[in-house]
């Protein structure tokens, strides 16, 4: 599947915590950046999301802000 | 200004292209490594958004999906 | 490529309109029954997505709200 | 009440999941074809979602990602 | 129609800015205290949405972030 | 630091409900007039959000619908 999001940043899972209806995972992108996304408990089983894993964090640029100091 | 968006992605602006009301900001987070934003345009003019400028891009951890290959 | 976003309807494209930054997709996934989506002109472009063409209207569940009569 | 929101699928709803915060909603919209929806646990009881109620999915389209095989 | 979505600010528009695909909308909700909308052009036609027509600004409980100074 | 999103509605935290993953967070920006979020537990633990804590509801204006009675 070749999806429309344009941003695709290829990680490895760090930390997968479940909650009753989400679970946050944490990703690393780069040493010591890493990006937090919050998906369905059920979405992660499915994935089977664990510590190690090769994932990429998906997002639709209009999710996108930017920020200056 | 402290946001509650988990992710804030430090980089550079690489891109700006200008629409009617919204603009697209191309954002260069590591070497070849890229995110795309799109912002309204009014956003990107008031934060004075140009090529080679320091920003961060933000997401909420809500809009990050996670996918497998 | 397999993502974390639980909606995924099947259909056909029956209208591309391009903007200057953002183009709209309709997608009819049951006779009668459209989604419409926006994304980038460049993702639109990069998909190839033309009038007939089968597509997937993906949603992550957190973007999807509930209404009643 | 009229809303902006592009897309509006009719559906029954199919299991309701209440978490602390969250709940999940499954909602039918074809025989077979499933939207899954989360809310706040609030909103999910101000509506008295319950199976069998008849109840809209409802995206804004810029929500709507589109995908290929 | 009653829907999900928690948040739902009383408001006149006080601008109508039309592009090729998005229309952006500047709904005044108290003397001062503007909310800016990004929605489809064609939505912004089919509410007839103009100058001093009485909104509702609707945002999802998942879309607001909270800030600090 | 400052940011793209064009909303930014002053308030103070009414209500904290943490939850396993979310929290959900009640502000108040006028009298009567609330405001609800969803963030990350840890979000809101890092912000030290708390009842009577002032605070700023932020949102993207790509995520504001309009609605019309």
């Known amino acids: 599947m070749q999806i429309s999001a344009r941003n695709s940043l290829k990680g490895t899972v760090k930390q997968v915590v479940p909650g009753a209806?989400?679970?946050e995972i944490v990703i690393e992108i780069a040493p010591g950046v890493e990006v937090v996304s919050?998906?369905?408990k059920s979405s992660a089983e499915g994935l089977a999301l664990d510590i190690g894993k090769a994932v990429y964090a998906v997002v639709k640029s209009s999710d996108v802000m930017v920020a200056i100091d």
């Open 21 to 23: 209806i989400n679970t």
């Open 38 to 40: 919050v998906i369905t």
